[in-house]
């Protein structure tokens, strides 16, 4: 037989279809292996257009990542950025081709064709409009002196340009925070591209940011149009209190017209006659009535309160009592520990001790959270944290420029996300601007971003959390649908005090009471993120007293954590966002007596606006 009929089709003896047997089967096969072609060709094409849009956005951000090294340099961004928009500009034009926009149709691929053309538009909105904006608006700042005629800080510059600042620097963070948005491209090549795209944008955004919120509260805070009078609360971290540590002395800070003079500390000691801070109904309970320390509340204790608002305002309290605080009006607080004077030496250069002891930008710390304790008397250590405080404020301002003041307000910022540094004023208005700017730091308080809270106080009275180190890895597990997510976290705390040195310490390091030398006791407060959720909560290693707590209306996880020489505690737990929240979770926590928080971030498993 010549053909044969297989399933009602016609064939030849090789099994191929006769072309005038079915003419619409044979238009659908010809169709298909032409889409195929089609399909090849564009996937051959878009690979290629993907290394190149790779290569530019790379090139780019290399060239930007070069201008910002070395003290961020304005000048060396704005050389380089005709250079970096010709880079985002190519990578734009290809993103946005003929084929690019016919893929934009085809289902799965044509949205990640989508975002890719976002992400190239995004990132080339930022370096022609927004940060050009930027630049412009500060330039005034860089061709005029900062420095004023009775040698503090120029004012009036730093008032003209607020406004314009303000406003480039709203469009700047607008425009990265859309960069941010966008979803994750599937493309590998192009996903890295714009994973460094978007970090090193973000850095750029934060330096931005750092500084219009420093323009934005320093002519106020300094004494522009009226004096002002803050008390600088000293801490010792080594000696953990929620907010900060232990309140080894006060200062008293003046302002006026940009130049700042400071008087004498007080040791702690000669607050404490003055009576306690009005601590609420529930602080009272949750730090006096529960052991095992008991918390007087006096000047000591008043980092005690996660709020750092509380803190301010219990010093008040406490000021209006004494006979150089009565009568005179306290306008704002601030609170630092060694840490932050160890940043600020780095800016301003060294200081010398009248022992002829040299603080560095490295050495700083550890001098005053541990060496000190060991070679020194408790009046010698006041003495020298007063000496270092106010030569670090009053040259604060010496040989001020342009790029000085932009890493003044960088480290501001960052040492008070931290909670080495604090700022709060009685002003409603100012103070207003210092919330804004993350200069007053508070337990979670924000649904759209998203903050676990984790404070430590030490219950054993000594300066043991020098060795106290705390870790933490937070691990996004899902984004739900509602926009909400949900994430698993760790919390580890290790005394990594070595059998060598148990034995070697001081009582006044190592601890006063009988049976807890050498051991941290901390009590732990965990807070949700507003309008979120702390769930699954497990421990291992000496945790006690786990208990449901509510202070000043927000709820929270208690517990005490005791750790021997060697041992830690560890802290399990899942956090949900609020469907409001906008970014990832970050955390809020008790600082350490170094600048590294040993935070952790993995946010592999989704992102924020992935919904497919």
């Known amino acids: 037989m010549s053909r044969r009929s297989v399933m009602g089709r016609e064939t030849s003896k090789h099994g191929v279809i006769r072309k005038h047997s079915h003419p619409l089967l044979w238009s659908l096969l010809c169709l298909a292996i032409v889409m195929v072609g089609l399909l090849g060709y564009a996937g051959f094409r878009v690979y290629g257009d993907a290394q190149r849009i790779k290569a530019h956005e790379r090139q780019a951000i290399a060239l930007?990542?070069?201008?910002?090294?070395?003290?961020?340099?304005?000048?060396?961004?704005?050389?380089?950025?005709?250079?970096?928009?010709q880079e985002t500009g190519a990578a734009q034009a290809i993103a946005h081709g003929t084929m690019w926009n016919l893929m934009t149709h085809l289902p799965v691929i044509g949205d990640d064709v989508v975002t890719v053309q976002g992400m190239t538009s995004a990132v080339h909105g930022v370096v022609t409009d927004a940060m050009p904006q930027f630049i412009e608006s500060v330039s005034g700042l860089k061709s005029t002196s900062l420095k004023s005629v009775d040698g503090g800080l120029n004012l009036q510059p730093l008032l003209d340009a607020q406004s314009g600042v303000h406003t480039a620097n709203q469009a700047l963070q607008r425009d990265v925070q859309g960069l941010n948005h966008l979803p994750t491209p599937r493309i590998p090549m192009v996903r890295d591209a714009y994973s460094t795209a978007r970090d090193q944008l973000g850095s750029v955004a934060k330096t931005a940011d750092a500084l219009s919120n420093t323009l934005n509260i320093l002519p106020g805070f300094l004494g522009a149009g009226q004096a002002r009078t803050y008390a600088v609360m000293a801490m010792t971290t080594s000696e953990a209190r929620s907010a900060g540590g232990l309140i080894g002395s006060v200062g008293e800070m003046r302002t006026q017209n940009g130049k700042i003079a400071i008087d004498d500390f007080r040791a702690n000691k000669e607050y404490i006659k003055f009576g306690p801070g009005d601590p609420t109904a529930d602080e009272s309970r949750i730090f006096n009535?529960?052991?095992?320390?008991?918390?007087?509340?006096?000047?000591?204790?008043?980092?005690?309160?996660?709020?750092?608002?509380?803190?301010?305002?219990?010093?008040?309290?406490?000021?209006?009592?004494?006979?150089?605080?009565?009568?005179?009006?306290?306008?704002?607080?601030?609170?630092?520990?060694?840490?932050?004077?160890?940043?600020?030496?780095?800016?301003?250069?060294?200081?010398k001790l009248s022992n002829g002891q040299v603080l560095t930008g490295d050495n700083t710390a550890e001098f005053l959270l541990n060496t000190v304790y060991k070679d020194y008397a408790p009046a010698e250590q006041d003495l020298y944290f007063q000496e270092v405080a106010v030569q670090c404020i009053a040259n604060l301002f010496d040989n001020v420029s342009f790029e000085k003041l932009s890493a003044i307000g960088k480290t501001m910022g960052t040492m008070a996300q931290q909670r080495h540094f604090a700022m709060y004023s009685f002003d409603a208005g100012m103070q207003a601007s210092l919330s804004k700017g993350g200069f007053t730091p508070q337990t979670p308080k924000s649904d759209t971003n998203p903050t676990v809270g984790v404070y430590v106080t030490q219950q054993n009275p000594s300066k043991m959390d020098w060795y106290i180190h705390r870790t933490s890895k937070i691990t996004r597990t899902s984004c739900n649908a509602n926009g909400s997510q949900t994430y698993h976290v760790e919390y580890l705390l290790t005394n990594t005090l070595t059998t060598d040195q148990v034995g070697t310490l001081p009582r006044y390091i190592s601890g006063v009471a009988d049976g807890l030398q050498n051991i941290g006791l901390e009590k732990v407060l965990m807070y949700a993120p507003a309008g979120g959720s702390l769930t699954n909560l497990n421990t291992t290693g000496d945790v006690s007293d786990a208990r449901q707590e509510t202070m000043n209306g927000s709820s929270l996880q208690a517990s005490i954590a005791k750790l021997a020489p060697g041992a830690s505690v560890k802290y399990t737990f899942d956090v949900t966002t609020s469907t409001k929240a906008t970014g990832d979770l970050v955390l809020d926590q008790t600082p350490m007596g170094w600048k590294d928080p040993g935070i952790t971030t993995d946010t592999g498993a989704c992102t924020t606006t992935d919904k497919r």
């Open 64 to 85: 930007l990542g070069a201008a910002q090294s070395g003290g961020q340099s304005l000048d060396a961004v704005s050389e380089q950025l005709p250079k970096i928009q």
């Open 289 to 351: 009535a529960w052991g095992p320390l008991r918390m007087s509340f006096d000047i000591r204790d008043l980092a005690v309160f996660p709020d750092t608002s509380r803190s301010a305002e219990a010093m008040r309290a406490i000021w209006g009592r004494t006979p150089w605080g009565a009568g005179r009006t306290l306008d704002g607080v601030l609170m630092m520990d060694p840490v932050f004077l160890q940043q600020l030496i780095a800016i301003n250069g060294t200081v």
